[in-house]
């Protein structure tokens, strides 16, 4: 459709405008802020410096929790994926009758807080909860298990708030495969197994790489599941950027260390669309 | 397949499925309970819990807060995601996906990163710990969710439905009104309610930009849950799955869960 190109501008600019103010500038406000000085009574001086960086990576504290932090994300994404891939292949071909019933189970929890979810798992594995009187009845265990404040829960609570930002993406291009390359990888003598390896697997690898960046990216920055599931014991990069930001007001820093953050996770997910790329390249034509 | 394997990828997808829906199950199960300390399975059932809830002063701020928040951030979202969508679609062809992708950032981009650097620009602008600073937050972070679902809508419609109505004399104006308003309305609700169910549950954006003395639900869960651990929380928190199941359900009658998402 035809119309002025001076309306169509009018159109964009309120969007443009909030995301230029409200979004851009606030990234460079903290690209700005990373390389100020600190100051005593303000959150930041007016003074320029690369001190900040130097801290982030050359501290050996900070630049462990920051390959920690990197580690743990890496694990999360690997049982997420292991966990979801099952669940897209049973959700994309699903029969329409139960399509509904299964989808609303995948996408609740995406719909329920964060804080919620980590609190029912709070429930699930608290000292009198469910799986520790489980596992009594069961007589594997003697007394109660101390299961909160340590890696496995935050791990187990990230990979369920993950799995519906791996599922959706994976589903769609399971969806998107031609039913009919199936049909010919039958009738070309291949067992249900080597169809899945060398025609399902290969194909669905764009929603596996869409699924597996959002998850990491997600992953790294969890704020809210390493501190309530994890406690003092477990420090993740986000509650370190937190604590010098809203503890001690250390505005530069803080901002050096999420800026380090930040350069890490592109490092990370170009290395791995690269390494994707012959792949993809490989299947395209039949996607 | 052969009928024990079959079995086995049954029960493993089972488990899969019990696994994604235990933590809310348990919550809601829990907010119910009649007794006075947070057990599970929970002792008797009552909605004291919720009585209780409702009684208390600093939740019942911490939710009003809440769903002002979300209310305005669905409410706007949807003007400015529907004026983005049409934008979208009238950009020439090379110009689309770099606007798209600008517009998704909140989504693709970490909510703490964004979170930060909001932090230090309101400040700098004189708009530190405003409440108003936090409702643009909210809007920025529920943008992308609303803009997705019409564009999705936007794009099922065909073109030549508009050039028909342009062809019959009608002005611009007319025909969004009459061709594309009617066929993207479902798109601008759904979106909507995934803005106000994002915005209702935000907590890292709301942790680092509340106002002064504001909190808003899923803060207050956080705080109460630091020195307490009973029903009164799990009450809290079963609001929030409510609103999820309800949307939900709305999604699916409107615009069907597949699509969606």
């Known amino acids: 459709m035809r119309s002025s190109p001076w309306r169509t501008a009018l159109i964009g600019a309120p969007v443009l405008a909030l995301l230029f103010v409200f979004l851009v500038l606030p990234y460079g406000e903290m690209v700005v802020m990373s390389f100020r000085t600190p100051a005593n009574g303000a959150p930041y001086g007016d003074a320029w410096t690369l001190a900040n960086y130097g801290r982030a990576f050359g501290d050996p504290f900070y630049l462990g929790v920051l390959l920690r932090t990197l580690g743990i994300g890496a694990l999360i994404t690997s049982l997420t994926l292991l966990l979801s891939y099952p669940i897209a292949m049973h959700l994309a071909r699903v029969s329409d009758r139960w399509h509904v019933f299964f989808y609303a189970c995948v996408v609740s929890p995406l719909l329920v807080g964060v804080l919620v979810r980590n609190f029912g798992w709070m429930i699930v594995v608290s000292f009198q909860g469910p799986l520790n009187q489980v596992l009594l009845a069961l007589g594997l265990i003697n007394q109660p298990l101390r299961l909160l404040f340590n890696l496995p829960i935050v791990v187990v609570a990230l990979v369920h708030v993950f799995v519906p930002f791996m599922v959706l993406p994976i589903t769609n291009a399971l969806r998107n495969i031609d039913p009919s390359l199936y049909d010919a990888s039958a009738s070309l003598g291949a067992k249900g197994y080597e169809t899945f390896w060398r025609v399902t697997l290969p194909l669905s690898v764009p929603g596996v790489l869409a699924g597996v960046v959002l998850v990491f990216v997600l992953a790294i920055s969890a704020f809210v599941t390493p501190v309530l599931l994890g406690g003092q014991n477990i420090v993740m990069m986000s509650s370190i950027v937190i604590q010098q930001l809203i503890g001690v007001f250390a505005w530069p820093f803080g901002a050096a260390l999420a800026m380090a953050l930040s350069i890490m996770t592109i490092i990370a997910v170009s290395l791995l669309t690269l390494i994707m790329r012959p792949l993809m390249r490989r299947t395209a034509r039949w996607s | ?261």
């Open chain 2, 1 to 261: 397949m052969k009928r024990p394997l079959r079995y086995l990828s049954g029960a493993v997808l089972a488990l899969l499925y019990a696994f994604l829906l235990m933590p809310l199950v348990v919550v809601a199960l829990a907010s119910f309970s009649g007794g006075e300390v947070l057990r599970f399975p929970p002792e008797g059932f009552s909605f004291k819990w919720y009585a209780r809830f409702f009684a208390n002063e600093s939740f019942l701020s911490a939710l009003m807060l809440s769903l002002r928040l979300a209310l305005v951030s669905a409410v706007t979202v949807s003007v400015l995601a529907t004026m983005a969508a049409l934008f979208y679609r009238r950009l020439p062809y090379r110009w689309r996906e770099p606007f798209r992708i600008l517009v998704i950032m909140p989504l693709l981009l970490p909510e703490i990163l964004t979170a930060i650097g909001l932090l230090f620009f309101l400040y700098r602008v004189g708009l530190g710990s405003s409440a108003f600073g936090l409702q643009i937050g909210h809007i920025v972070v529920t943008l992308p969710f609303a803009f997705l679902s019409v564009a999705a809508a936007l794009q099922q419609i065909d073109s030549s439905l508009e050039e028909a109505s342009a062809s019959l004399g009608a002005g611009t104006f007319e025909t969004f009104r009459r061709i594309v308003w009617p066929l993207i309305r479902p798109g601008i609700f759904t979106g909507a309610l995934f803005a106000f169910i994002v915005s209702f549950d935000m907590f890292t954006m709301s942790f680092l930009l509340k106002p002064i003395g504001g909190n808003t639900l899923p803060l207050a869960v956080f705080d109460y849950l630091k020195y307490d651990f009973d029903p009164m929380a799990a009450a809290a928190a079963t609001l929030s799955v409510g609103f999820a199941l309800l949307v939900v359900l709305l999604v699916e009658k409107t615009v069907g869960l597949r699509r969606a998402f």
